[in-house]
């Protein structure tokens, strides 16, 4: 299974913007790149997914490099309830699985 | 509103005693997961299913039991709990969204096994 490295954890001030990095250099072509977060005391939720073009959502902005061996999730003002664990994770789309895999991911402290 | 629902969300029981969690989405997906995640060693995998009466094991299957009888409810059963199965538990289901599927996940079920 492809691994992904994130920071352990990353500070922001509120309604500034955050840029959370991730490397992948052993991505496959067929690899989807997702990002997931997990509030406090809640499921992970998700946030963008992109394969190889820049993605925007109401969320959030997902930027993969041309290699596709990194990408960084941006939000673009980041608010006290943007406060969580930020797993990025490399997805194969098959019939036969639908596993994500989990990292440790970054934790993300947003101050008022 | 769209929602996977898990009952119940907190439990506490002996060891050996059978339980069964349910887990049920209104979205009409068709794949449907269950993670268990303990600290140090994030989510992982029990079972997914892929459809009705489709099940296959994930990463960490044993001591575990899924059944998908109707395309809405993935119950997990622990047949005879034991206390290395005290964890936080997610259900989720998955839709296909821009060549690749995500997943929506429940609000969690904490066991604690005696």
């Known amino acids: 299974d492809a691994k992904t490295t994130q920071p352990n954890s990353m500070e922001s001030n509120e309604e500034e913007p955050v840029h959370l990095p991730c490397n992948h250099s052993?991505?496959?072509?067929?690899?989807?790149i997702h990002w997931y977060r997990q509030l406090p005391s809640q499921g992970p939720e998700y946030v963008i997914h992109?394969?190889?073009s820049n993605v925007n959502n109401r969320m959030a902005s997902l930027a993969i490099a041309e290699d596709r061996k990194s990408s960084t999730l941006i939000l673009h003002r980041a608010t006290l309830r943007d406060a969580a664990v930020y797993y990025c994770?490399?997805?194969?789309?098959?019939?036969?699985?639908?596993?994500?895999?989990f990292g440790t991911g970054t934790r993300l402290q947003v101050f008022p | 509103e769209a929602q996977v629902t898990q009952n119940p969300r907190y439990l506490i029981t002996v060891t050996g005693k059978k339980l069964t969690v349910t887990c049920s989405q209104n979205?009409?997906?068709?794949?449907m997961s269950w993670y268990r995640q303990d600290p140090g060693l994030g989510l992982r995998q029990i079972y997914y299913?892929?459809?009705?009466?489709?099940?296959d094991k994930g990463d960490v299957p044993e001591g575990y039991k899924v059944s998908r009888k109707e395309k809405r409810n993935f119950p997990l059963i622990l047949e005879s709990p034991s206390p290395n199965q005290t964890s936080l538990y997610f259900c989720?289901?998955?839709?296909?969204?821009?060549?690749?599927?995500?997943?929506?996940f429940g609000p969690g079920t904490r066991l604690l096994v005696l």
């Open positions: 989720a289901s998955s839709v296909d969204r821009g060549g690749t599927r995500t997943q929506y």
């Open positions: 052993t991505i496959s072509g067929t690899d989807y």
């Open positions: 992109g394969l190889t």
């Open positions: 994770i490399l997805f194969f789309t098959g019939y036969n699985t639908d596993k994500l895999i």
């Open positions: 979205m009409n997906h068709e794949y």
């Open positions: 299913s892929m459809n009705v009466e489709v099940t």
